[in-house]
T-cell receptor, first 116, second 112 residues
Framework: EAGVAQSPRYKIIEKRQSVAFWCNPISGHATLYWYQQILGQGPKLLIQFQNNGVVDDSQLPKDRFSAERLKGVDSTLKIQPAKLEDSAVYLC??????????????FGPGTRLTVL | GQNIDQPTEMTATEGAIVQINCTYQTSGFNGLFWYQQHAGEAPTFLSYNVLDGLEEKGRFSSFLSRSKGYSYLLLKELQMKDSASYLCAVRDRGTGGFKTIFGAGTRLFVKA
């Protein structure tokens, strides 16, 4: 079974530029998560999708961050414009059935973003 | 509010046993995860506790007390490869559905 795929793995941009990350979850997983992990901290949930609907985006800085999940499969996360404090690893995860027994989240390798 | 506390760092010796504690406060508790994260890598699932008690899985065990808002991860027969961060995460039921809230993680150093 293929895991969660993310691209790019690394990205360096200057502040005020835009950047987009892509995620392909495990096939059949209904729920997709985007997390921000700053060095030395735990992952912070940015947005959670159930199929192509948003379940939670309470911690997404909506003035600069946006995310979509087209057709309930792949997802993109965009930052526009980027700030220095956005430097972090952006993790995508998916789970099969988070409201039932299969609650384990499978994480992708992450995208390490550096904003200069 | 929601709060998860775990020690920042721990050091233990190869072959020994180490216990990593986690305390939490949440309004809609629905289960507790432990994840392992090696430096520069993604978290990987270790355990999930919904009911009180101890669950054992090989060298790793996880304990939950819902009344005390407390969990621990027990690692036995420590190996050098166990050097990693261990993330405690709570599954919380809110108005919009279930959400997972992670603690800051405990960095475990295993020395020879």
């Amino acid at each position: 079974e293929a895991g969660v795929a993310q691209s790019p793995r690394y990205k360096i941009i200057e502040k005020r530029q835009s950047v987009a990350f892509w995620c392909n979850p495990i096939s059949g997983h209904a729920t997709l998560y985007w997390y921000q992990q700053i060095l030395g901290q735990g992952p912070k949930l940015l947005i959670q999708f159930q199929n192509n609907g948003v379940v939670d985006d309470s911690q997404l800085p909506k003035d600069r961050f946006s995310a979509e999940r087209l057709k309930g499969v792949d997802s993109t996360l965009k930052i526009q414009p980027a700030k220095l404090e956005d430097s972090a690893v952006y993790l995508c995860a998916s789970s099969l059935d988070p409201s039932g027994r299969y609650v384990e989240q499978f994480f992708g390798p992450g995208t390490r973003l550096t904003v200069l | 509010g929601q709060n998860i506390d775990q020690p920042t760092e721990m050091t233990a010796t190869e072959g020994a046993i180490v216990q990593i504690n986690c305390t939490y406060q949440t309004s809609g508790f629905n289960g507790l995860f432990w994840y392992q994260q090696h430096a520069g890598e993604a978290p990987t699932f270790l355990s999930y506790n919904v009911l009180d008690g101890l669950e054992e899985k090989g060298r790793f065990s996880s304990f939950l007390s819902r009344s005390k808002g407390y969990s621990y991860l027990l690692l036995k027969e420590l190996q050098m490869k166990d050097s990693a961060s261990y993330l405690c995460a709570v599954r919380d039921r809110g108005t919009g559905g279930f959400k997972t809230i992670f603690g800051a993680g405990t960095r475990l150093f295993v020395k020879a």
